[in-house]
């Protein structure tokens, strides 16, 4: 357990560093390689920026909250047969405590800055995250009734002779809706979109800003290695050893998850708002509703 | 040590840029954008580089000088096609403001406002604020919440009265518009200063069609087969001039006045709104009405 830990620990800046990379392919902004550290460095030695009367204890911890939060969600993802951080038999649930959480966090960095901007951002984002975590759960215990179990071990073994995504193929889609909404990307961006020049972020400078912006791409690691897990099989796959399967998923999940942000149109946030209750929702009952048809006896 | 290595990689980042956009200014702007070495960013507080582009009206010196200040220190100004309005940072006449924005990017401007708070402390009424009982007032010349109507539902919730322009990204640019917002929704509108005169240029259809994706996240390349109608709604047109703007066609219609257009709008809409008006347009219909 302290082993996986530590791996998690070693393994997430890479992996945020790889995050990064992804977003810059095709962008055509230069060198991607190196590009993400240089701009994080640059980023990291200007100053915080101060604003009129913030909160400060929340305009501070915010942007670790959400970090911590990422850190959370991984550490129910087993790496490998019995390997897994947080042992516990209620993984799926410890997630999802971790997604809703996510919505206060962000809340909290646009709420804090005490500006106008930051908090259109931070209302729009709970309007929107609301049904996107909703819908996720649904999803999620699809995941979980073929295991029987809310354990995320149970899940992955639940998936050895066939996996998730093909038992259950409205899941993955929709569980990416949530990826999308919790990492802060694409068409669910509602939080820092560019029509609000920024939005929950619009005021933050320096290693504030650094540490969000590691903080959503340690979110979007976590997320990718949860589908992985729960749609994909997790560690399970032949000839390689498991960890390597599960950072193979998570790569491609990953990848997935940046170009469904980069293909898809934001809508304006009442249209979205009625496109999650009326459409994606339903979806997800009928999802959940065909896999509880599936394992029947 | 370890500022010293970050320093060293530092070296090799983008500039971020701010880019205020005036007179003439939106096209050259535009075409800075795909250019190594800089990144255009939303807000001054992500930004090293100050860049005017394009002649600002002098009436618009105080809102420059505030942004100017809202960038983090150290911070660089360049000119680019403009005459300045104060004294900091270095003009650039040419076509190219690459140069310039390196060499303001190792600059230090000294601030331009004194470090005072722009309104001053006018204590008014039993609570110090101005107001009705504890709520309302003008408290440093900032409008304390106070309920009032909202004009879609009826429900008696806070409004936020505040000034939004000249230089906020996501407005045509000049723009500056007096709102009062009920959470996103804007309640009533008045133009105080209109868009900035964007010649012909700035009236392309590309440029526009780019300028309206980017408000909804997408650059434009085949943005009709990635649904980017469908996420618009009917009804208020935006759709059908993103559409003829996407086959390359110039619209041609004007926008009716703001103040009647723009009340129940929810923010975002009313941006995409604005950004499906040729700029030309917008600044007709924003202009205050000519003596017959």
Redesign the interface.
């Known amino acids: 357990m302290i082993a996986a830990t530590l791996i998690l620990l070693l393994a997430l800046p890479p992996l945020v560093w790889v995050a990064a990379m992804f977003d810059r392919i095709g962008a ?4 991607v390689v ?2 993400p ?3 994080g ?2 980023l ?6 101060e604003t ?1 009367a913030p909160d400060r204890l929340n305009r501070l911890l915010a942007p670790g909250w959400y970090l911590a939060l990422a850190l959370v969600g991984l550490s129910v993802v087993p790496l490998a047969e019995d390997v897994v951080a947080s042992e516990i038999s209620t993984g799926l649930v410890l997630w999802g405590a971790c997604e809703a959480l996510t919505v206060v966090v962000v809340f909290l960095h646009g709420w804090s800055p005490n500006a ?1 901007l930051p908090l ?1 951002g931070a ?2 984002y709970v309007a929107i995250a609301l049904p996107a975590m909703l819908l996720s759960m649904f999803v999620l215990i699809g995941a979980a009734l073929p295991a029987q179990s809310l354990s995320v071990v149970e899940v992955v073994e639940a998936q050895r002779e066939i996996w998730n995504v093909i038992r259950q193929p409205l899941g993955l889609p929709l569980f990416m809706a949530l990826g999308l909404a919790i990492t802060l990307r ?2 669910f ?1 509602y939080a820092d ?6 939005g929950t ?6 290693p504030a ?1 650094a540490l969000w912006h590691f903080a959503r791409a340690a979110m979007l690691v976590a997320f990718s290695a949860m589908a992985a897990t729960a749609f994909l099989g997790g560690y399970l796959g032949p000839v390689l050893p498991g960890p390597a399967w599960l950072l193979l998923k998570t790569l491609a999940v990953m990848a997935a998850t940046v170009a469904a942000g ?10 979205m708002l009625t496109f999650l209750w009326v459409v994606l929702l339903p979806l997800s009952f009928a999802s959940l509703a065909l896999v509880g048809v599936e394992v029947l006896p | 040590m370890a500022m010293n290595w970050l320093s060293a990689l530092a070296r090799g980042a983008e500039i971020p840029v701010f880019a205020v956009v005036g007179a003439q200014g939106l096209a050259p702007v535009e075409g800075l954008r795909h250019r190594p070495g800089l990144r255009l960013v939303d807000s001054p507080r992500h930004a090293r580089v100050l860049l005017v582009a394009g002649a600002v009206d002098g009436a618009h010196k105080t809102a420059l000088e505030r942004l100017h200040a809202q960038i983090p220190t150290p911070r660089g100004t360049v000119w680019w096609q403009a005459a300045p309005l104060f004294a900091r940072g270095q003009g650039v006449a040419g076509d190219d403001p690459l140069p310039a924005i390196r060499a303001a990017a190792g600059a230090d401007d000294p601030d331009q406002r004194p470090d005072v708070p722009p309104h001053p402390w006018q204590g008014m009424g039993p609570h110090g604020q101005g107001g009705r009982g504890m709520m309302g007032g003008n408290p440093y010349g900032r409008p304390m919440a106070m309920t009032a109507d909202d004009i879609r539902d009826g429900l008696a919730l806070d409004v936020y009265n505040a000034r939004f322009g000249p230089f906020l990204p996501m407005l045509p640019p000049g723009l500056v518009l007096d709102l009062t917002l009920q959470g996103d929704v804007i309640v009533s509108v008045s133009v105080v200063s209109p868009p900035f005169e964007q010649g012909m240029q700035g009236d392309a259809p590309d440029l526009c069609a780019a300028r309206m994706l980017r408000l909804m996240g997408i650059a434009p390349r085949a943005a009709r087969a990635r649904g980017a109608l469908l996420a618009l709604p009917k009804g208020s047109g935006t759709r059908r001039r993103l559409a003829a703007w996407l086959r390359g066609q110039t619209v041609t219609e004007r926008p009716s006045p703001l103040p009647e257009a723009l009340p129940g709008l929810e923010w975002a809409e009313a941006v995409l709104w604005l950004a499906s008006f040729l700029p030309s347009h917008l600044r007709a219909a924003c202009m205050p009405r000519q003596a017959a």
């Open positions: 055509g902004r230069g060198t190196m590009g550290l240089q701009n460095a640059a990291v030695l200007r100053p915080n920026t009129e106008p259109i209302y729009r694409g068409p961006d979109g560019a029509e609000l020049a920024g972020s619009a005021e933050e400078s320096g800003l980069r293909f898809f149109v934001r809508m304006p946030p009442a249209r």
